[in-house]
């Protein structure tokens, strides 16, 4: 398994601003995914993110609105550019690891957008 | 008994009971199912996952049924407890490294 550590846990943020989310892995791991979960809904894929390279972005999401850092193996960041009460959602780090490669996921960072 | 709200789908036992939760799933490629467990506040955690070469697999009070037939999957929870109470997804990866989740089912256990 993978312990992940993702913060801040929650934020309240002003429309037009930007917000950082980190999350922090105890083990190298080749793929880190970002996934938004809006509220009632399932979790949809933002990007892969990748040791070395550009994030691999899903359809509707662009690097502009949500860039993605991943300087070693074990961190990455996403930030919400620009930010409109529409971003207001549940924001997920997870981890491919293990037998199967099944997900792991951080805790989760509830984003409020006024 | 089940129902579908706006949002998720909602599954309401009785403390004890069995529940059954079920998923169908797309994508007839598919070869590896997962369940995960979504309590409020948290990251979903995996709970129990299943290769197609099976049908069945168990866990800790928690069973995974693959009928590939009819592409349905199902959670089984024995004796359901009140902490069982969360929000449920299936999962399906077939090709792709990046599996595809299923919309959730709210299982809500009365004391």
């Known amino acids: 398994s993978a312990v992940i550590s993702q913060k801040p846990s929650r934020d309240i943020c002003q429309r037009g601003t930007s917000l950082t989310i980190q999350c922090q892995v105890d083990?190298?791991?080749?793929?880190m995914f970002w996934y938004r979960q809006q509220p009632g809904q399932s979790l949809t894929l933002i990007a892969t993110?990748?040791?070395?390279?550009?994030?691999?972005?899903e359809s509707g999401f662009v690097i502009d609105k949500f860039p993605i850092s991943r300087p070693n193996l074990t961190f990455s960041t996403l930030t919400v550019s620009n930010m409109s009460p529409e971003d207001s959602s549940i924001y997920l780090c997870s981890v491919a690891a293990g037998e199967g490669e099944k997900l792991f996921f951080g805790s989760g960072t509830q984003l409020s957008v006024l | 008994g089940e129902s579908v709200g706006l949002h998720l789908p909602t599954l309401s036992v009785q403390e004890g009971d069995n529940s059954i939760i079920n998923c169908a799933y797309s994508n007839s490629a598919s070869d590896y199912f997962i369940w995960y467990k979504q309590e409020s506040g948290k990251g979903p955690q995996f709970i129990i996952d299943i290769r197609s070469n099976m049908d069945k697999r168990q866990g800790q009070r928690v069973t995974v049924l693959l009928n590939k037939t009819v592409k349905h999957l199902s959670l089984q929870i024995a004796a359901t407890q009140p902490g069982d109470s969360a929000v449920y997804f299936c999962a399906e990866k077939g090709g792709s490294y990046i599996p595809t989740f299923g919309r959730g089912t709210s299982l809500i256990v009365h004391p």
């Open positions: 083990s190298q791991v080749t793929m």
């Open positions: 993110a990748n040791q070395g390279s550009e994030a691999t972005y």
